[in-house]
């Protein structure tokens, strides 16, 4: 028989885990999946990143986050600090447990099968983020070993040929940790220039002096069409063109991946593939069913939804599901419900 809950929160990233504890406090039967660890999303990022969010802005439950030298959090940081609140709240979360499918059987009536065990809930709640798949440039060679669309440290690359192919924040970030570590770096960029809005502000001057200077090597208006062992093929302004490279970094963005909402009905709507849902409840057109985080945005390709303005998801859901206000959320969150407020720093664009 499976196994009958009340409700179940798919993923344990912030607004997840803010969600659960709230839950928890106040004794719903729930209970809590992530296809990997806590934080799987952010255990992604590249070594020692830097969030650009202030560290008020991403804190969770209330529990404020501090850092080592009052800046901005690096991932080692926020991963320490989730787990404490993992523990803080005695949170139980089935980890490494991926959901499969969910099945709508009727109003407040799922079926959710995971690759371990089925379990039926009144309500299903999805917190998995918007950042599953990364997307493709769809060339041969893509899938060679040596080709990579995680960039995850830079040490790997010293005293290589490493080719960069993207023109955003982290192809730009990817490109200056690379360089300074003693890599031989080159970009290869769709567009003509970097557009300011896409790369944080700090980097920019830097970028734009390390190609000036032709430390760093740069493809302007350039399509990559193959990838070899030791090559990469590009077509551009100059005609066709062939770079040596040992490693190749396609830092091209990432894709929601929508096949849960699909399965259990959600009606996808736009660009981005977003949810449908009532913006004052985040019940998505299945009854029962809600968005939360960042996954309410779709694939994002200008960012609308970070940490810090999802926070009020929490409440709405809070308030629908119990009537009451949640005991451990972001002050954030009530400012967030009234009206829209900057972010701490200029989110670039993906
Ligand atoms: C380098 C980098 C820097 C960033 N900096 C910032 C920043 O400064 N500020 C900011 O707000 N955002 C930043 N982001 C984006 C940030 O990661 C997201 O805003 C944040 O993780 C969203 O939180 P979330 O709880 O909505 O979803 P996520 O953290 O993405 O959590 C979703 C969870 O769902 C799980 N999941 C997905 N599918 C399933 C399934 N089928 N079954 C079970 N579990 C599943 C995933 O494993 C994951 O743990 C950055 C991203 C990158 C890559």
Redesign the pocket.
């Known amino acids: 028989m499976p196994h009958q809950v009340t409700t179940i929160i ?9 969600l659960a504890a709230n839950l928890k406090q106040a004794n719903v039967h729930y209970l809590h ?10 255990s ?3 070594k020692q ?5 202030s560290p008020d ?2 804190a969770i439950c209330g529990l404020p986050l501090q850092t080592q030298d009052q800046t ?1 959090a690096t ?1 080692e940081e926020y991963l320490t600090y989730l787990r404490t609140v993992v523990q803080q709240h005695r949170l139980k979360i089935n980890t490494y ?4 499918e969910i099945k709508t059987l009727g109003h407040h009536q799922f079926e959710v099968i ?1 690759d371990k065990d089925t379990y039926h809930a009144e309500n299903v709640i ?7 798949l990364p997307r493709k440039i769809n060339v041969p060679g893509e899938d060679l070993p040596h080709v990579s669309h995680y960039f995850d440290e830079a040490h790997k690359y010293f005293d290589q040929k490493l080719l960069i192919v993207g023109g955003k ?2 192809a730009v ?1 990817a490109a200056i940790r690379c360089h300074r570590i003693g890599a031989k770096v080159s970009i290869s960029y769709r567009q003509a220039m970097f557009n300011e809005k896409s790369i944080k502000y700090w980097l920019l001057p830097e970028i734009q002096w390390l190609i000036e200077t032709k430390e760093i090597g740069f493809y302007p208006q350039s399509i990559v069409k193959r990838i070899t062992p030791k090559t990469v093929e590009m077509e551009s302004l100059n005609g066709e063109q062939q770079v040596d490279a040992d490693f190749v970094l396609l830092l091209t963005g ?1 894709e929601m ?1 929508t ?2 909402l699909k399965q259990a009905g959600v009606t996808l709507q736009g660009p981005n593939r977003a949810p449908m849902f009532d913006d004052a409840t985040m019940q998505t057109n299945v009854p029962g069913l809600y968005v ?5 945005a779709g694939t994002q390709n200008k ?1 609308k ?4 303005n ?1 926070h009020c998801h929490v409440v709405k859901i809070i308030r629908d599901l119990l009537d009451q206000e949640p005991q451990f959320v972001n002050p954030l969150a009530y400012v967030h419900l009234k009206e829209t407020i900057p ?1 701490t ?1 200029r ?1 670039p664009e993906s």
């Not at 798919?10 to 803010?18: S, V």
């Open positions: 798919i993923g344990a990233g912030p607004i997840g885990l803010e999946f992530d296809t990997g660890q806590v934080g799987q999303t952010i992604w990022y590249p990143a830097h969030f650009f969010s802005r991403i901005k991932r447990e991926k959901i499969t995971t999805t917190c998995i983020g918007d950042m599953h924040n982290s970030e990432y991946d096949t849960l939360a985080g960042t996954a309410a960012f939804l970070f940490i810090e999802c972010p720093d989110m």
